[in-house]
């Protein structure tokens, strides 16, 4: 019960509705003073926090110890006591892809700038004389002069290459940049920038010119580049974008299931209720799992036991989640198991290529 007291007037403030009792009939807001003290406020704030902590733990037991069983409640109306399954989705994913994310090392960029001075051995020096030696003999057979003449400009060459280099090897300058890692293709412009690509596309006739499709990847190719590594930078953008692709796979499985189990005549909710949970429990197990890897680091490696044990539960979950709430025979639900996993491997890749353009357009 609150201890703030009501309002006199009987119209609601949030929706206007005409209030009879303590709470509002149309939208639910209680009908109360809106001014409240920092007491109250603070007291209020503290029990809609332990609310939702009690609700949260009294969702994961069922989630994780009694599969399938969270949603079944759910889908029969019991639902006070339990969180919201896309709510609890959001807040594990969360948890979840920060943890993900967070134990990768990022990768030092290529283009950072080198310090030291790189010495090569003769060998290196030799392979070097050979590759210039190479290059200037095909440049020569397309002179028309004397054979002794070429052989007398190519050990002429020999000779300043070794004449510039050290008897330790050849020494490049500090301060070098190594080379960029560039997206290189037949369908990639040399082109250094959209405005010099569009110019040289302008300048030709229009029946020379890219098409629609390779005009527009040539542009967003350029775009790229101008990133010290263009292929990470794009990697990066592809796994950040792998929780929104989530949103897209959650329904898609959601209708496989519909279409799995039609002998059920169940609505397409359950079947989203039940891929969220699904989830939810796969997160947490995945979690759990790497915060047990982490702990007994710090004693013993186990990790190939966790995630063997790991393996095997969320197998365990599967099976049992899906007995349990679509009261499948034993070895039925086995084989639509493994038909389940083909079809997610399907959905799974149709989404991964779809948050692949999505990135490669938006990055």
Request: charged share 25%.
């Amino acid at each position: 019960m609150s201890s703030v007291k009501l309002r006199k007037e009987k119209d609601c403030l949030n929706c206007g509705h005409i209030v009879e009792e303590k709470f509002c009939p149309n939208c639910g807001q209680e009908n109360i003073i809106v001014k409240e003290d920092a007491l109250h406020m603070v007291a209020h704030a503290i029990a809609d926090y332990f609310h939702f902590e009690h609700k949260f733990f009294g969702t994961l037991k069922p989630l994780l110890l009694k599969p399938g069983q969270l949603t079944k409640l759910y889908v029969e109306g019991k639902r006070v006591s339990f969180i919201h399954p896309i709510r609890l989705y959001i807040f594990i994913s969360i948890v979840f892809f920060i943890a993900i994310f967070s134990g990768q090392k990022p990768e030092k960029s290529e283009a950072k700038e080198t310090k030291t001075t790189t010495t090569l051995k003769p060998t290196e020096k030799d392979s070097l004389t050979n590759i210039d030696v190479k290059r200037l003999e095909k440049t020569l057979a397309y002179i028309p002069v004397d054979r002794k003449l070429k052989d007398s400009i190519i050990n002429e060459a020999k000779k300043d290459v070794l004449k510039d280099s050290s008897n330790a090897g050849i020494k490049f300058g500090m301060g070098t940049k190594k080379k960029k890692s560039k997206w290189r293709g037949d369908w990639v412009s040399n082109d250094t920038t959209v405005a010099q690509y569009e110019k040289k596309q302008l300048a030709l006739p229009k029946a020379e010119r890219d098409g629609f499709i390779k005009h527009y990847f040539s542009k967003r190719v350029i775009e790229l580049n101008q990133y010290p590594n263009p292929g990470e930078k794009f990697k990066e953008d592809l796994l950040h974008n792998i929780p929104k692709m989530m949103f897209l796979l959650l329904p898609l499985f959601a209708l496989i299931l519909k279409l799995v189990y039609i002998n059920k005549k169940k609505f397409y909710y359950e079947h989203i209720i039940y891929s969220f949970h699904l989830h939810s429990a796969i997160f947490l197990s995945v979690l759990a799992m790497m915060l047990l890897k982490w702990l007994f680091g710090f004693v013993v490696n186990i990790d190939g036991w966790l995630e063997f044990l790991g393996v095997i539960y969320i197998l365990w979950y599967i099976y049992r989640s899906l007995r349990t709430f679509y009261g499948s025979k034993r070895w039925i639900t086995i084989l639509k198991i493994f038909f389940l996993g083909f079809c997610y491997v399907i959905v799974f890749t149709i989404c991964i290529l779809i948050v692949m353009a999505f990135s490669f357009v938006m990055v």
